[in-house]
């Protein structure tokens, strides 16, 4: 079956703009999380959602970044007035169950951000 | 909080030369263990993981991992590497829901 999809796969934007991430879990996966791949900071938990829920979003990085996701499915990820710090890998990954760290975690191939 | 140190940031193995990958990591209770790969322009693929039991657990392509609770280590092992296996690996505990990933090691392979 389908794997977990995003889109776009590369957006490059300029600072001070807006931006919206797409993540398509795996069909029937509850469990849907956001994860940032940069230079010199490693990959990093933003946040996560149960159903159309998000219990833990600890991990995004000011209030310029929010998430969505409806339908229990599809998920955005929007950032606002872009800064050139924001550039980095965004990668999305859904898990069957959730709440469970031992519920594996499939990653989609991520967006490459680049904030000019 | 959890954390997860991988201290190799590159490591260069001949092909058919054996591999060790090494983890450690910080977390008060069980933890629960991952090793994941990169491919270049690719998202991160499960190689193995360790919630409980025996201490050696198998992987895909022919990967191992051995938990080591009095070292807070589990280190990736490969007894023989393809040039295929050239990739970023990365550690991660698990707590709750979310992964805590170490800063992952580079590894390219050498004909």
């Known amino acids: 079956g389908a794997g977990v999809s995003q889109s776009p796969s590369n957006k490059v934007t300029e600072k001070g703009k807006d931006v919206e991430l797409r993540c398509d879990p795996i069909s029937g996966h509850t469990a849907l999380y956001w994860y940032r791949q940069s230079l010199g900071q490693g990959l990093e938990f933003l946040i996560y959602f149960q159903g159309n829920s998000a219990p833990d979003k600890s991990g995004l990085p000011s209030d310029r970044f929010s998430a969505e996701r409806t339908g229990g499915s599809v998920s955005t990820l929007t950032i606002q007035r872009t800064q050139q710090e924001d550039s980095a890998v965004y990668l999305c990954a859904s898990s069957l169950t959730s709440g469970r760290a031992t519920d594996t975690q499939y990653f989609g191939p991520g967006t490459r951000l680049t904030v000019l | ?111």
């Open chain 2, 1 to 111: 909080a959890q954390s997860v140190t991988q201290p190799d940031i590159h490591i260069t193995v001949s092909e058919g030369a054996s591999l060790e990958l090494r983890c450690n990591y910080s977390y008060g209770a069980t933890p629960y263990l991952f090793w994941y790969v990169q491919s270049p322009g690719q998202g991160l693929q499960l190689l193995l993981k360790y919630f409980s039991g025996d201490t050696l657990v198998q992987g895909i392509k022919g990967f191992e991992a051995e938990f080591k609770r009095s070292q807070s280590s589990f280190n990736l092992r490969k007894p023989s590497v393809h040039w295929s296996d050239a990739a970023e690996y990365f550690c991660a505990v698990g707590a709750y829901e979310k992964l805590t990933f170490g800063t992952g090691t580079r590894l390219t392979i050498i004909p």
